[in-house]
């Protein structure tokens, strides 16, 4: 199957600071890869797309400037929180696609941010 | 305006007490529709990919079947480690460099052994 880890699994922080997640896809080369929002007893939101090598696409409502995303290379996705505030605590998950053809989304075992 | 609604909200039953989760959708030009199984702080896991009408997928004691409207997760003989909250998600026509997958809300499972 295809593996797709998240690092750091858990955070806290104070406000102000800024929070960088990794998301990795361990054995496929992931061209495309997401990054969501989930609140407790809600489905997943979709935040924004992630091409390898381009610019991420955000969803409407989603401030580019303030979650920041890369997309280095095949493997690694990254979401940084600039200057995170207590709103912006919840559980953040990626997932992972092989290829632009291939549609299932493997998914990440999240990270849960709590910003005091 | 593309949905997906998923039933019932909640369910429980007892252990060997079989029954079927609903994943109705409304999306022009269906790519797939897909389920995954989500416990408790943590990621979805995936389960069936589903692409035409007609199609059923198994998987120890699970069962995805679709229709051109709807899709059912059919669970033969629940465990209690069956117990999370099962996802169903739909992928419309492909849009460059988008997503377009939408997720359900989701049925949170609970089995009482």
């Known amino acids: 199957g295809a593996v797709v880890s998240q690092h750091p699994s858990r955070v806290i922080c104070k406000s102000g600071t800024s929070v960088k997640i990794e998301c990795r896809s361990l054995d496929f080369q992931a061209t495309t890869m997401f990054w969501y929002r989930q609140f407790p007893k809600q489905s997943l939101m979709l935040m924004a797309t992630?091409?390898?090598?381009?610019?991420?696409?955000?969803e409407q409502g989603v401030e580019k400037d303030k979650f920041l995303i890369n997309h280095a290379s095949l493997t690694l996705s990254t979401l940084t929180v600039t200057s995170a505030h207590p709103e912006d605590s919840s559980f953040y998950i990626c997932s992972a696609r092989r290829g632009r053809s291939q549609e299932t989304q493997y998914f990440g075992p999240g990270t849960r941010l709590l910003v005091l | 305006e593309d949905q997906v609604t998923q039933s019932p909200e909640a369910l429980r039953l007892q252990e060997g007490e079989s029954s079927s989760l609903n994943c109705s959708y409304t999306v022009s030009g269906l790519r797939g529709l897909f389920w995954y199984r989500q416990d408790p702080g943590k990621g979805p896991e995936f389960l069936f990919t589903?692409?035409?009408a007609g199609e059923e997928k198994e998987k120890e004691r699970l069962k995805a079947t679709l229709t051109k409207k709807e899709s059912f997760l059919h669970i033969t003989a629940p465990k209690p480690e069956d117990s999370a909250t099962y996802l169903c998600?739909?992928?419309?026509?492909?849009?460059?460099?988008?997503?377009?997958?939408?997720f359900g809300t989701g049925t949170r499972l609970t089995v009482i052994p």
């Open positions: 998600a739909v992928q419309g026509p492909p849009l460059t460099g988008a997503n377009n997958l939408f």
């Open positions: 589903l692409y035409s």
């Open positions: 992630s091409n390898e090598g381009s610019k991420a696409t955000y």
